[in-house]
T-cell receptor, first 110, second 111 residues
Framework: SQQGEEDPQALSIQEGENATMNCSYK?????LQWYRQNSGRGLVHLIL?????REKHSGRLRVTLDTSKKSSSLLITASRAADTASYFC??????????FGQGTRLTINP | DVKVTQSSRYLVKRTGEKVFLECVQD?????MFWYRQDPGLGLRLIYF???????EKGDIPEGYSVSREKKERFSLILESASTNQTSMYLC??????????FGDGTRLSIL
């Protein structure tokens, strides 16, 4: 049951620019998480935002959550070549499982 | 640091073979998960386990089974491999409601 949908599917920007990715979901959630996946590797957890939070920061990452619109966004500021990866949102509807979106493929051009 | 280890990065098997994918975590996590990842479909949950000898079906369990005899090890079994099971398989573990930690994946090809 794919719940999350991410937009855009692919994003290509210049180094130093900001990158914004969006995630929409269908049902109520306990929290929403963002993960990064470098090519050929596993996923790495970036940030978790709870359903009662609206915004969260971690270094160059800023996540917002709008539960009324069932959507979230991930902003990466001052992008670097090392940020090139796929980014996934995952929702926690309960029962300790996660439901992942299809991901946004981000390319940072030097 | 947390470590989830999958036994093989690449694996090639033949149609009809019984295939075992192994996953070991060193964090004493009670939850373990198996996903498959296909282009355009994201990650789909195959099976998960909340404790030793416990297992729950995910979204796509058909053609797969799992085994969890010890807390640190979670095995995915393809009973009779078919070409449509060619995929990237990812194992993950977590503690309670904490974020999941992933292995580097096994890229499985069924010929």
């Amino acid at each position: 049951s794919q719940q999350g949908e991410e937009d855009p599917q692919a994003l290509s920007i210049q180094e130093g620019e900001n990158a914004t990715m969006n995630c929409s979901y269908k049902t109520s959630i306990n929290n929403l998480q963002w993960y990064r996946q470098n090519s050929g590797r596993g996923l790495v957890h970036l940030i978790l935002i709870r359903s009662n939070e609206r915004e969260k920061h971690s270094g160059r990452l800023r996540v917002t959550l709008d539960t009324s619109k069932k959507s979230s966004s991930l902003l990466i500021t001052a992008s670097r070549a090392a940020d090139t990866a796929s980014y996934f949102c995952a929702t926690d509807p309960g029962a300790q499982k996660l439901v992942f979106g299809q991901g946004t493929r981000l390319t940072i051009n030097p | 640091d947390v470590k989830v280890t999958q036994s093989s990065r690449y694996l090639v098997k033949r149609t009809g073979e019984k295939v075992f994918l192994e996953c070991v975590q060193d964090m004493d996590h009670e939850n373990m998960f198996w996903y498959r990842q296909d282009p355009g479909l994201g990650l789909r949950l195959i099976y998960f386990s909340y404790d030793v000898k416990m297992k729950e079906k995910g979204d796509i369990p058909e053609g797969y089974s799992v085994s969890r005899e010890k807390k640190e090890r979670f095995s995915l079994i393809l009973e009779s491999a078919s070409t449509n099971q060619t995929s990237m398989y990812l194992c993950a573990s977590s503690l309670g409601l904490q974020p999941q930690h992933f292995g580097d994946g096994t890229r499985l090809s069924i010929l």
